[in-house]
């Protein structure tokens, strides 16, 4: 190469960034022949951030300026091409360049400017492509507008350019849905103009702009062309309003990002980018965005646990056990087959196996009619499951899930047939949501091996995995598990030893209290109503419905038996229960169902259910404001969540947030539940505890010290 060198060290260092020290030289400028190489390298991901940017900017005007350069070729190092703008930055006060300065740069240069993609262009980074010339991608590149997932639109010319090389209709659907294309779609769409396999991405670049050098032509920049936008019908936009007013109602940038891409349509360039600005502005300063971020940065924090050194050693896993062919154990046996790991699958009755084994072929066949698994993909999967009623064959097996019925007298007798059946080093998981880790694990003589990998239903689909660490569990037993939770596509959280572990003991508080208000007067409807009118994709009473209400009847029953006073009183959901009203499955429970339909519909018998248990409970119904209904549920949320964390079962508010999020459905808009208690106010929440210990009373009311103590102090959770 000829006068390599680095550029954007020194005007770096001039205008400090906004956000954490820049490696020194993040973009490289040299020339391989005729053609300049401009290369970025900024680890992990090439974010777009202060110094890059600038640093594009220097290198850009070296190239143009080098008269030995006909064509520019911008590349990047590492494993990815630029994975959009740096998020560390935003609510920050911007440094310029700004991206978008960057990328009317680069649209006006004078020579010919190809980006040669690999890994993933995403967000700003894709912006910075489609503000190049020309576009080669890797066949194993994505290219995608996520910035809808940060509650933000493409605010450097994503939404004007996009529509201009795929048309309005598919931009739209790329921008509102985030998801990335592959490379070969993208080149059918028009997006990238060549595929190229087996090479690097510099190798690939260089060919391309020899290529269009030889050729004589020059690309007109995306921002000229209109071909692919004229024509576009204006009920596109109206049709996608109305979608989004039904199916999102709550976000704020989706609703943005149509009228940005009808900017594309119906304004100039200069002008729909300066709405775009405008409308990206408006995002930016929405608490949806910080809601939205924090949770992004949420998910990858938790797989650092305090306290677990990085390089903790960890186990192989190769081969793993489940036990328990039902719904959940079915449900895991499919994790561990989807990321391509051989599972034996052990039930007591053969009945049981092959109902399992037929569940498990049934989901993976609708995933296979939705066009989202091939038929090898299927087959591979299903030969992946090994169904048996012999413990022998988990002799050689790296980890044994235990996935059977929730009784501590069932679960302990299973860890002493592992115990005695599995190789020495073995990890022994129990997929409990209730019952103590520990307890399990003395009925083991390698209490060390032995923790909790507690998956939500459906197990295949739900994201979250709490990791629950018994007191004796081995780090690298721990770091095995949260290792493993990464492999299996999980947001792994590890948690400590108590009722219900972090998410269910939350649950059971909101629970209780959703009870209470229906017991006061509230209906199960308008508890349901106030918690999805705040976002959450099912109400309390349609959860339960969905999992089952007969699972909550059957934990109290063993509660009962173990003389918990709390469970002593059965409630209308147990009357439910004893009716077999089990919820969806059913289709009757608090709700009555249609046949095949999952729409919750009201019924009087639940309505005279309910009214029964009060007059048997002496209680005459009250009006309930929704505001009540808002803040009991709630905020019993934030001060049970507030006892975890001084208990130390939760490391970290930021665990807590990741486990509501990926478990339960909290809206991530508002980026977790402490997330969000810190915005709604903790002297607001800490007074209101307050009032309804005083006035109600109750275990669940009993103010969490720190909580108190936090809002005393005026500080945030955790901080
Ligand atoms: C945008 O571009 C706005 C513009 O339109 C307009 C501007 C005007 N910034 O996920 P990983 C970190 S909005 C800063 O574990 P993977 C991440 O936190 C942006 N940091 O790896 C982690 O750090 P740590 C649009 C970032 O291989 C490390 O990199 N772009 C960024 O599983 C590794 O990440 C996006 O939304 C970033 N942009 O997945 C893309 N991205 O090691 C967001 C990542 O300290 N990123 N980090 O925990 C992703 O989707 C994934 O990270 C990616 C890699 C697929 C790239």
Known sequence: ?????????????????????????????????????ITVDYPPVNAVGHGVRSGLVAA?????????????????????????????????????????????????????????IHGTALGGGLEVALA???????????????????????????????????????ALDMILSGDPV????????????????????LEAGLRAAERLLADGSRPQPVSARTDRIAGTDPALFTAKRAELAKRQPHLFSPHRIVD???????????????????????????????????AFFAEREVAKVP????????????????????TMGGG????????????????????????????????????????????????ERMALIHPTLSYDELADADLVVEAAFESMEVKQAIFQTLDRTCKPGAILATNTSTLDVDAIAAATGRPQDVLGMHFFSPANVMRLLEVVRGTRTSDTVLATAMGLARRIGKVGVAVGVCYGFVGNRILHQRGRESMALVEEGASPEQVDRVLTEFGFPLGHFSMTDLAGIDVGWRIREERRKAGDPEAQSPNWLDTLAERGRYGQKTSAGVYRYEPGSRTPIPDPEVAAVIEEDRLRRGIVPRPVSDGEVRERCLYVMVNEAS?????????????????????????????????????????????????????????????????????AEGRALGC
């Open 1 to 37: 190469m000829d006068r390599p060198g680095p550029l954007a060290s020194e005007s770096a260092d001039a205008v400090a960034g906004p956000t954490e020290a820049v490696p020194p030289n993040p973009i490289q400028y040299a020339r391989q022949g005729r053609i300049g190489v």
């Open 60 to 116: 850009l005007d070296a190239g143009l300026a080098d008269d030995g350069a006909d064509a520019l070729l911008l590349v990047c190092a590492g494993r990815t091409f630029m994975a959009g703008a740096d998020i560390r930055e935003f609510g920050k006060p911007s440094a310029p360049p700004t991206l978008p300065e960057v990328v009317a740069r680069l649209d006006a240069a004078t020579k010919p400017v190809i980006a040669a």
């Open 132 to 170: 190049c010339h020309l576009r080669v991608a890797l066949t194993s590149a994505k290219l995608g507008l996520p910035e809808v997932k940060l509650g933000l639109l493409p605010g450097a010319g994503g939404t004007q350019r996009l529509p201009r090389l795929v048309g309005a209709a598919k």
């Open 182 to 201: 592959g490379a070969e779609e993208a080149l059918a769409l028009g997006l990238v103009d060549a595929v190229e396999d087996g090479t690097s991405p």
């Open 260 to 294: 940005a891409v009808e900017a594309a349509v119906i304004l100039p360039f200069g002008e729909g980018t300066a709405r775009e600005r405008e409308l990206f502005l408006a995002c930016m300063d929405s608490p949806q965005r910080a809601g939205l971020i924090h």
């Open 307 to 326: 306290g677990l050194p990085a390089g903790t050693p960890t186990r192989d896993i190769r081969k793993v056990g489940v036990i328990g062919a039902g």
């Open 332 to 379: 895991i046996a499919m994790c561990f087959a989807n990321a391509g790991i051989p599972v034996v699958l052990v039930d007591s009755t053969q009945d049981g196996l092959e109902r399992g084994v037929a569940a498990i072929r049934r989901n993976y066949d609708s995933t296979f009619r939705k066009g989202r698994l091939t038929a090898a993909q299927l087959d």
């Open 643 to 711: 006892k975890i964390l001084e208990e130390g079962i939760a490391a970290r508010p930021v665990d807590i947030d990741a486990i509501w999020l990926h478990g339960y459905g909290f809206p991530s808009w508002h980026g977790g539940l402490l997330f969000w208690a810190n915005r709604e106010g903790l002297g607001k929440i800490a007074e209101a505890v307050q009032r309804y210990h005083r006035d109600i009373g109750g275990p669940q009311w009993r103010p969490s010290a720190l909580l108190l103590q936090c809002a």
